[in-house]
């Protein structure tokens, strides 16, 4: 990337590569590097800066409080319901199983 004129979206890179953008933004933000090769080649290039910014950063432990918090908020998320219904598999392919198991263990 030609450092002399920045790309006119590098802020908006920056927070990408940072996790810092809202998800509408993120996704509109993502839509244009498809179309955007010059915005793609900035991100490409922030990317390894971006990751040892953050695995340089001190690692600290988190409030007891936090995992029951997320755990919780995690579990009041409403999960889409499966496009295919799920069917239990006949007898007869219940024994094929077993039979894998046996030709694995035999090869072994």
């Excluded at 509109?28 to 922030?46: I, P």
């Excluded at 199983?97 to 694995?104: E, R």
């Amino acid at each position: 990337m030609n450092m002399n004129t920045p790309h006119p979206r590098e802020e908006q890179a920056i927070a990408y590569v940072l996790g810092l953008m809202e998800a509408p933004e993120n996704q509109a933000f993502l839509k244009e590097m498809e179309t955007d090769s010059g915005l793609r080649a900035l991100v490409d290039e922030l990317q390894p800066t971006a990751a040892a910014m953050i695995f340089s950063a001190p690692q600290h432990q988190a409030p007891s409080d936090v995992r029951p918090a997320v755990l919780s908020h995690i579990q009041n998320i409403p999960q889409p319901s499966p496009t295919m219904p799920i069917l239990d598999t006949p007898t007869k392919l219940k024994s094929f199983g077993a039979l894998g198991w046996a030709a694995a263990a035999a090869l072994a």
